[in-house]
């Protein structure tokens, strides 16, 4: 059987794995298919597109931050145009509102006593798509917190102190903006969600799939989540959500989906 991983970032995001050294993974986990899905970035699905294409098979893809009630909402975007000029010029402002959103959040550290010099963070991207698990990472760096996942839970997570919006960009927003450049919508990780009963109202905005295959869904989220695609009609995804190194506990190919479920998906791609 062919294998595919459809969820996976690079450091032009908040991945520390190149494009080079994805692909090399990928293909030692054994898997004939991967989608990229930087957050807010085209540039690293276009660059293995153009280099990598003749090795494994790759989905141009990306992935949306959308907010509801207070907190985020991830939708993942397939077979989108990642040419499309309108959509490039929206997702360079996303990256700028990202780049404002690290000053913000240095200024809620440091008023709970946590220094943070915002500069060091953007010096730490190296100019890819700038996210919270960069500063994260900062804080592991710097001994403030022992792991990113605790920077997470006691400083920057959605509920917590130090946590800044990104934007108001609704989810059926980003529903839309994915559709205008010809993609498939898909909501990512729907574990988080604050309500499982959003997946209703998402599919009434034009969601067409489910992350219903990833690490942190146990046997029982699985199976009710291939319940909740069969009731809406949703295409199944899924994957590892692979950050390299960023998230050790995660590797490329922990997750791998039948390939079928890609066919099912460009049976989709090729009915818009």
């Known amino acids: 059987m062919k294998y595919a991983d459809l969820h996976l970032h690079t450091n032009f995001s908040d991945g520390s794995s190149s494009v080079k050294d994805l692909i090399e993974n990928a293909k030692k986990a054994g898997l004939s298919c991967i989608s990229i899905t930087d957050h807010d970035t085209v540039k690293g699905v276009l660059s293995a597109i153009e280099s ?17 009630y207070g907190r985020e909402v991830h939708i993942l975007g397939y077979f989108i145009d990642c040419k499309n000029s309108e959509f490039i010029a929206r997702l360079t402002y996303f ?12 200024d809620k550290l440091r008023m709970l006593g946590v220094v943070i010099d915002p500069k060091e963070v953007i010096d730490f991207a190296h100019g890819a798509s700038i996210g919270r698990l960069h500063l994260a990472r900062i ?17 920057i997570g959605d509920t917590c102190p130090a946590y800044v919006s990104k934007f108001k960009l609704t989810p059926k927003e980003a529903i839309d903006l994915i ?6 919508p898909v909501i990512a990780h729907p ?4 309500s499982q009963d959003l997946i209703e109202q998402f599919v009434k905005d034009g969601l ?4 219903v295959y990833y690490p942190e869904h146990n046997s029982q989220m699985t199976e009710n989540y291939k319940k909740i695609a069969e009731k809406y009609n949703l295409l199944i995804t899924g994957g590892s959500d692979c950050h390299g190194l960023a998230k050790k506990e995660v590797l490329i190919g922990r997750v791998k989906i039948p390939y079928r479920l890609v066919e099912k998906l460009k049976e989709a791609k090729n009915a818009l």
Do not use: C, H
């Open 52 to 68: 990598f294409s003749d090795t494994i098979e790759i989905i141009p893809g990306i992935e949306l931050t959308a907010d509801i």
């Open 95 to 106: 990256r700028k509102v990202r780049l404002d959103r690290i000053f913000e959040m240095s």
């Open 139 to 155: 804080m592991v760096k710097k001994g403030i917190v022992s792991t990113t996942n605790e920077a997470f839970q006691k400083y």
């Open 179 to 184: 559709l205008s450049v010809k993609g498939i």
């Open 191 to 194: 574990y988080v969600l604050p």
């Open 208 to 211: 067409r799939g489910i992350e």
